[in-house]
């Protein structure tokens, strides 16, 4: 899940601050390695004395039922089992939930007061980095297990990048397929069936589809839509999209050169339309209070229609309302003509990182090693505690969706209702996919005929169907290559650093008071463009497009 850039932006101008005060303290960046060494470097190794480690938490409840009522994030299985299989005794210094994150971080690290591994924004990675606050971790990356090995190699390029001429290395990036960044609509099948409506394939047909849920079905929110610009879902952002539109993307022009999407025609032809469907009561009366919170309990209370958001919304939250008896299926973005949906050219989610202070940074590999080889495994099973979304050490294969669905799709042209068993060499969550689908099947058919398994299911309706999420991506990327690639995959610049918090904040009051009508777009757009240069466009677009020319040469 990615987090609003405006906040990595605060965070990153909180960074500059504490740079300047503890490069002097620290030293800058030096070849801290190890204080542990274990010449065989096992993978799995068990440390003789037990070794402690302190991490911190985006908290989000889990949603599945299987899991005992007494579990928390501190006694689950995982922390559990890291102690007995490898003697790792790990604590979190402070839990808050995810759109606080970045900024608890930020305070930790003005403060001084890091746990010894954490994940980070590349802007927080980089000033830290420099402030010489991290641990170099090319010994470390030694302990990477091989399938660990594996998913990082996916892209060598990635790790490339991260190396410095020394061999010094100081992250573990989560990388992913790019495809997951190409936006879902989700949309309330039984609306549409009792409405008589089509599943709609542009941005006019929503809107009648909208008009036709607020007059019909009550829908006083008919778009799922937070006051976020960005965020990991219901932001606004997703739904500019629909007009090729992704503010904070770095788009490549006619000319050679990258720009600022958040200023582009697209965007204002986004805002457009959004402020007509605020003037006509399709959105929340108050789109600047819809935090991310709100929203989900509008969706899950059948207020709203149609989301748009990532590949993984069946599973989260709106499985929970196809439990409780909402239909929902997937359907491509409806594009506006000759527009396509922005993706990263490159997606790097998050870096794992080590405090310099930290004795054993290959603990960080280890717990990695152990999340990846626990799963499908019976001690790693939803009723014996554990849960596997508040694991500190999270990681996948960049790929594993897609895999997931291509060999899961073959299978079923063989063995159309699951009945034989899932082939040996398949992953083990692959396999419990397999040996859920004909429950799935029998739910499908008649949801009183059989107990509805909401986090397998919603896993199937995601990863696997043929008109699931995953599927019309697959279509939108691939088949129909209605895409274009935000171009600019590099670290903060300068500029960005400095001056992207303010950037952001004008880009952010702008787009809710024009979405609100409390600014005329066509009037006040121009003064936007040029305040948005004014106070640090001109000088990041220029160091983007310096960035930009190196990575040709």
Same mark, same amino acid.
């Given at each position: 899940?990615?987090?609003?850039?405006?906040?990595?932006?605060?965070?990153?101008?909180?960074?500059?601050?504490?740079?300047?005060?503890?490069?002097?303290?620290?030293?800058?960046?030096?070849?801290?390695?190890? &204080?542990?060494?274990?010449?065989?470097?096992?993978?799995?190794?068990?440390?003789?004395?037990?070794?402690?480690?302190?991490?911190?938490?985006?908290?989000?409840?889990?949603?599945?039922?299987?899991?005992?009522?007494?579990? $928390?994030?501190?006694?689950?299985?995982?922390?559990?089992?890291?102690?007995?299989?490898?003697?790792?005794?790990?604590?979190?210094?402070?839990?808050?939930?995810? $759109?606080?994150?970045?900024?608890?971080?930020?305070?930790?690290?003005?403060?001084?007061?890091?746990?010894?591994?954490?994940?980070?924004?590349?802007? &927080?990675?980089?000033?830290?980095?420099?402030?010489?606050?991290?641990?170099?971790?090319?010994?470390?990356?030694?302990?990477?297990?091989?399938?660990?090995?594996?998913?990082?190699?996916?892209?060598?390029?990635?790790?490339?990048?991260?190396?410095?001429?020394?061999?010094?290395?100081?992250?573990?990036?989560?990388?992913? &397929?790019?495809?997951?960044?190409?936006?879902?609509?989700?949309?309330?099948?039984?609306?549409?069936?009792?409405?008589?409506?089509?599943?709609?394939?542009?941005? =006019?047909?929503?809107?009648?589809?909208?008009?036709?849920?607020?007059?019909?079905?009550?829908?006083?929110?008919?778009?799922?839509?937070?006051?976020?610009?960005?965020?990991?879902?219901?932001?606004?952002?997703?739904?500019?999209?629909?007009?090729?539109?992704?503010?904070?993307?770095?788009?490549?022009?006619?000319?050679?050169?990258?720009?600022?999407?958040?200023?582009?025609?697209?965007?204002?032809?986004?805002?457009?339309?959004?402020?007509?469907?605020?003037?006509?009561?399709?959105?929340?009366? =108050?789109?600047?209070?819809?935090?991310?919170?709100?929203?989900?309990?509008?969706?899950?209370?059948?207020?709203?229609?149609?989301?748009?958001?990532?590949?993984?919304?069946?599973?989260?939250?709106?499985?929970?309302?196809?439990?409780?008896?909402?239909?929902?299926?997937?359907?491509?973005?409806?594009?506006?003509?000759?527009?396509?949906?922005?993706?990263?050219?490159?997606?790097?989610?998050?870096?794992?990182?080590?405090?310099?202070?930290?004795?054993?940074?290959?603990?960080?590999?280890?717990?990695?090693?152990?999340?990846?080889?626990?799963?499908?495994?019976?001690?790693?099973?939803?009723?014996?505690?554990?849960?596997?979304?508040?694991?500190?050490?999270?990681?996948?294969?960049?790929?594993?969706?897609?895999?997931?669905?291509?060999?899961?799709?073959?299978?079923?042209?063989? =063995?159309?209702?699951?009945?034989?068993?899932?082939?040996?060499?398949?992953?083990?969550?692959?396999?419990?996919?397999?040996?859920?689908?004909?429950?799935?099947?029998?739910?499908?058919?008649?949801?009183?005929?059989?107990?509805?398994?909401?986090?397998?299911?919603?896993?199937?309706?995601?990863?696997?169907?043929?008109?699931?999420?995953?599927?019309?991506?697959?279509?939108?990327?691939?088949?129909?290559?209605?895409?274009?690639?935000?171009?600019?995959?590099?670290?903060?610049?300068?500029?960005?650093?400095?001056?992207?918090?303010?950037?952001?904040?004008?880009?952010?009051?702008?787009?809710?008071?024009?979405?609100?009508?409390?600014? &005329?777009?066509?009037?006040?757009?121009?003064?936007?463009?040029?305040?948005?240069?004014?106070?640090?466009? =001109?000088?990041?677009?220029?160091?983007?497009?310096?960035?930009?020319?190196?990575?040709?040469?």
């Amino acid at each position: 899940m990615k987090k609003s850039r405006f906040v990595r932006l605060c965070c990153a101008m909180l960074a500059l601050l504490f740079v300047v005060n503890l490069v002097s303290c620290f030293g800058g960046k030096d070849d801290n390695g190890p &204080d542990y060494d274990d010449p065989t470097r096992n993978p799995f190794g068990k440390y003789e004395n037990t070794v402690k480690i302190t991490g911190v938490m985006e908290y989000q409840a889990h949603n599945d039922s299987r899991v005992p009522q007494s579990i $928390t994030p501190d006694n689950q299985a995982f922390i559990r089992l890291i102690k007995e299989k490898l003697n790792i005794e790990f604590t979190y210094l402070w839990k808050v939930p995810p $759109t606080q994150y970045s900024e608890k971080l930020s305070l930790s690290m003005l403060s001084n007061e890091l746990p010894d591994i954490f994940k980070v924004t590349a802007s &927080d990675y980089i000033a830290l980095k420099e402030a010489g606050m991290l641990k170099n971790l090319a010994t470390a990356y030694e302990y990477a297990s091989d399938d660990v090995k594996e998913y990082l190699n996916r892209d060598p390029d990635v790790i490339n990048r991260l190396t410095d001429s020394d061999g010094g290395i100081y992250a573990v990036p989560q990388y992913s &397929d790019n495809r997951r960044g190409v936006p879902v609509m989700y949309i309330r099948k039984d609306w549409l069936d009792e409405l008589k409506l089509s599943v709609p394939t542009t941005p =006019d047909e929503l809107y009648t589809v909208l008009k036709a849920f607020k007059q019909n079905k009550g829908a006083t929110c008919g778009l799922a839509m937070s006051n976020k610009v960005s965020g990991s879902y219901f932001s606004i952002s997703s739904y500019m999209n629909m007009f090729g539109s992704s503010p904070y993307s770095w788009l490549l022009g006619s000319d050679g050169q990258l720009h600022a999407d958040e200023i582009s025609e697209n965007s204002k032809a986004a805002l457009k339309w959004l402020n007509k469907l605020y003037n006509e009561g399709i959105l929340a009366k =108050d789109v600047a209070a819809s935090t991310v919170d709100a929203v989900q309990a509008d969706v899950l209370g059948g207020k709203c229609g149609v989301v748009i958001g990532p590949w993984w919304q069946f599973e989260y939250p709106l499985g929970t309302a196809i439990g409780n008896g909402d239909e929902w299926v997937a359907a491509e973005i409806p594009l506006a003509e000759g527009k396509s949906v922005v993706v990263d050219r490159e997606q790097v989610e998050f870096y794992y990182v080590v405090n310099k202070a930290c004795k054993n940074p290959e603990a960080l590999f280890k717990m990695i090693n152990m999340y990846i080889a626990l799963d499908g495994m019976p001690e790693a099973a939803p009723e014996n505690g554990y849960v596997w979304s508040w694991c500190p050490t999270q990681f996948y294969d960049p790929y594993d969706i897609n895999e997931q669905f291509i060999h899961i799709n073959k299978q079923l042209e063989i =063995d159309p209702k699951a009945e034989g068993p899932a082939p040996e060499n398949w992953t083990a969550h692959m396999k419990k996919l397999w040996n859920a689908y004909p429950e799935y099947l029998i739910w499908k058919e008649d949801n009183f005929a059989t107990k509805y398994q909401e986090n397998m299911f919603a896993n199937i309706m995601t990863r696997v169907n043929k008109d699931g999420a995953w599927a019309q991506i697959v279509n939108v990327y691939d088949v129909k290559k209605r895409v274009v690639f935000d171009e600019f995959y590099g670290i903060s610049t300068p500029a960005m650093s400095s001056k992207g918090a303010i950037m952001a904040q004008e880009v952010e009051e702008y787009y809710l008071k024009v979405i609100m009508g409390e600014k &005329d777009i066509d009037s006040t757009w121009d003064a936007f463009v040029s305040s948005w240069r004014r106070i640090g466009g =001109d000088d990041v677009t220029a160091e983007v497009n310096n960035w930009y020319a190196k990575q040709a040469k």
